[in-house]
């Protein structure tokens, strides 16, 4: 397994872990995706409603194939085998980097720009250097926005432990 996926998916843990239990909890997935919706100011009801719905399935998938010792929440020792078969998850990773990035893109223009990518990674928990780094690894264009798709490939990529040297890798900082 590639230090650096288990680094990425470490990172994640800790900022789903919204609550600081040392499980993810359904809970905590509420938590994160009230805070990521309400700072989307700009989006419409639909983009929020499937921001929402993604962080469920997300969490539904979690638990339904990770929790092995069935007390209704996952440690991130159950967490890291999402690196080992991520396949396992593409549906609601997929589902999941589609909504945000389409949340990201409130007027439908298929660009989305820096202070909307900043306050939704933000909203996540990121640090703000890093989603800076992560924002121009991506290649923003003059106006300072990226694609849409770029972005749903970077947020697939983050979780594919065979991917090395990813833009995503700038999120955990020191691995590039």
């Not at 929440?73 to 159950?78: A, K, Y």
């Not at 990518?117 to 800076?132: C, H, K, P, S």
């Amino acid at each position: 397994m590639r230090i650096a996926a288990i680094d990425r998916v470490r990172l994640i843990f800790t900022l789903f872990d919204v609550d600081r239990t040392g499980y993810l909890e359904a809970e905590d997935f509420e938590l994160m995706a009230a805070r990521v919706v309400a700072v989307a100011t700009e989006s419409g009801d639909a983009a929020k409603t499937a921001m929402l719905a993604a962080f469920r399935h997300y969490w539904t998938a979690l638990v339904t194939g990770l929790d092995t010792d069935h007390d209704g929440r996952v440690s991130f020792e159950e967490y890291a085998a999402c690196v080992l078969s991520p396949e396992r998850f593409d549906a609601a990773i997929t589902d999941f980097a589609e909504a945000l990035a389409t949340l990201g893109d409130p007027d439908g223009d298929g660009l989305i720009e820096r202070r909307v990518f900043v306050a939704l990674m933000t909203a996540i928990g990121f640090e703000r250097a890093n989603i800076d780094a992560l924002f121009e690894a991506f290649g923003p264009s003059e106006d300072d926005q990226i694609t849409v798709s770029v972005w749903i490939t970077g947020i697939k990529d983050y979780y594919r432990p065979e991917k090395t040297g990813i833009a995503g890798d700038h999120l955990v900082g020191g691995l590039l």
